[in-house]
Every structure is written in structure tokens, then in C-alpha cells.
């Protein structure tokens, strides 16, 4: 039986941050800054050129959260033989995949001998653009002259709403090589800091945090039969030769995506093709309750 959906493993970091670590510990972050930088600079700050953060930022206490794009996603492709024309890469352009554009963050807590606590949920709407309202500086090219906005946000699960905004946001973001990959460059795109500062009635407890992601639209995961056609002609491969059970396991190997013997077994249905998603956790976070 095929299923219905293929769960790609996502891997999640965390750091807590209480009243003590606060304190005691120096936090240096490097932010972009598109503004106030000469035509073909880098945006990202020279070596010492940091921001310190800890001692009296109570907004820095809680819990970090950073998820790593899968693989297969922050993958590149050049194309030399792709055609040119309205809205589509010049020839030899460097393109990414979309990456998924919807997080849903839960926390769970815990005390010392498993009880659970409690549950909150989060949605991180990680290509969400306002001037005003987004977390992190971004630059988008309307019509080919930049822009400078910001990006990202996380929103509360009871009042989320998805807008169904036009998906763009790939693992270089505006063009950095280290968006995805360093979390203050991705604050509410890839990570999500909770706030959550402790439980003063529990001394002691332990938080767990799920994180699932998807492309709010059907059209842009990667295991659609128009992406997988494209990807495995780029490969060289001949997609129109194959069944569908093939084409599908081939690509799947293609992204690295692999038990493919499932999708080739006789019991495998040839023109199902299930959707996808990326899914991690981080458990077991032990927190103490700071004395005030």
C-alpha cells in the first residue's frame, strides 16, 4: 500500500536561555544590514562588527529553536539549456528549489516525572513581507530595483489564518549564501525563539517542541509529477520512459529520499503520488525555575 504522505526527517536545535545563562553568558549575533551599503557589498557585517546580546535583554530569555532545510532543497541548479523569456531563469542562471513556506511549532511541557502540563502551538510564516511587522531585514527586487523590507513572523495556532500570499523564499533568502543556516539571519523564517520563561508554580519541568513544515501550495513540493519530471531531465534522465511508480522512485532517489523499493513494490499504486512533508523534534529540554 502507498501512503499517503512521505516524512522527511528535519533536524532541530534548541537553546535555553533562563535567568542565569542571561546573566553569566555573552551572546555575540551578526544581523544584515541592506541599508547604507555601497552597490555590490555584502550585507552581512565585517569580522567584530557584532551585537551583544544577554545581561538586562529579557526579550532573549526562552527557548531558541533552529531547523536545518533538507538537503535536497539547498541543492542549486544551472541550467545551460534553458530558454529564456518572461519570468523564467536566463541561461546559465543559479536557481534554488522553494522551500517549505508554513511551520507549525508545538511545545509540550512536562514535569520531572512526565506529567504533561500543557500544550502550545505556533505557526511560522516564514515568507511573510512587512516593512513593519516582519523580524528580519530582507531585500526583494520589484521590477528588478531593490527594496528594502524585513521578513518572517510567527503567529499563535488558534489565530492563524493563511493569507495565501505568492511563495518565493528558497535557503538563500535575498541572495545569502548563510541565511538558512545562521538563526539570526532567519528569526520567524527557519527558527522560532519562545518566550516562555518558566512555570513559577513547577520548580522543575522539561519542555519538548515538534516542528512539521510544508508549501502552502500543492504545486511547489517537490514530488509533484511536473517537478519530478523537471528534475530528473535535468539529470540527464528520461522521465517520459518511465511509469509512474518509476519516475517516482527515481526521483526520489534523485532528492536522496530513499526507502524507493516501497514505491517499486507490485502492491504500489502506479499513478499515487503522496504528498510530503519535514518533521523533527527536540525533547526533553530540562528547565529550572530561576529564583527571583
Known amino acids: 500500500m502507498t501512503p499517503s504522505c512521505l516524512i522527511v526527517p528535519l533536524n532541530v536545535t534548541a537553546l535555553a536561555v533562563n535567568k542565569d545563562v542571561r546573566t553569566k553568558e555573552k551572546f555575540w549575533r551578526w544581523m544584515v544590514d541592506f541599508k547604507d551599503r555601497e552597490p555590490r557589498h555584502s550585507p552581512e557585517s565585517p569580522p567584530g ?58 511545545r509540550h511541557q512536562y514535569t520531572g516525572d512526565g506529567t504533561k502540563l500543557g500544550t502550545a502551538g505556533w505557526v511560522v510564516h516564514s515568507d511573510y513581507l512587512s516593512d513593519e511587522e516582519g523580524t528580519n531585514p530582507y531585500l526583494v527586487r520589484n521590477g528588478g530595483k531593490p527594496r528594502v523590507t524585513r521578513i518572517g513572523r510567527s503567529v499563535e495556532l488558534d489565530k492563524w489564518r493563511d493569507p495565501g500570499d505568492q511563495p518565493f523564499l528558497s535557503v538563500v533568502g535575498a541572495g545569502l549564501p548563510t541565511f538558512a543556516s545562521y538563526q539570526p539571519y532567519n528569526q520567524d523564517v527557519f527558527s522560532l525563539q519562545d518566550h516562555f520563561a518558566g512555570d513559577s508554580t513547577k520548580e522543575s519541568y522539561r519542555l519538548s517542541y515538534l516542528v512539521v513544515g510544508w508549501h502552502s501550495r500543492d504545486i511547489d513540493e517537490p514530488l509533484t509529477d511536473a517537478n519530478l519530471r523537471a528534475l530528473l531531465a535535468f539529470r540527464g534522465e528520461s522521465p517520459e520512459k518511465m511509469t509512474d511508480s518509476q519516475r517516482f522512485a527515481a526521483g526520489l532517489a534523485a532528492l536522496g529520499w530513499t526507502d524507493a523499493e516501497l514505491f517499486r513494490s507490485p502492491g504500489a499504486a502506479s499513478t499515487s503520488v503522496p504528498r510530503w512533508t519535514s518533521a523533527g523534534n527536540q525533547r526533553g529540554i530540562s528547565r529550572r525555575t530561576s529564583p527571583t
Open 49 to 106: 562588527n557584532t551585537t551583544e546580546v544577554g545581561g538586562d535583554d529579557d526579550w532573549f530569555v526562552g527557548t531558541h529553536l533552529h531547523w536545518e532545510i533538507p538537503a535536497a532543497l539547498a541543492r542549486a541548479r544551472v541550467d545551460l539549456s534553458a530558454a529564456s523569456g518572461p519570468g523564467q531563469p536566463k541561461p546559465g542562471a543559479v536557481t534554488f528549489p522553494l522551500v517549505p513556506n508554513r511551520w507549525l511549532v508545538l
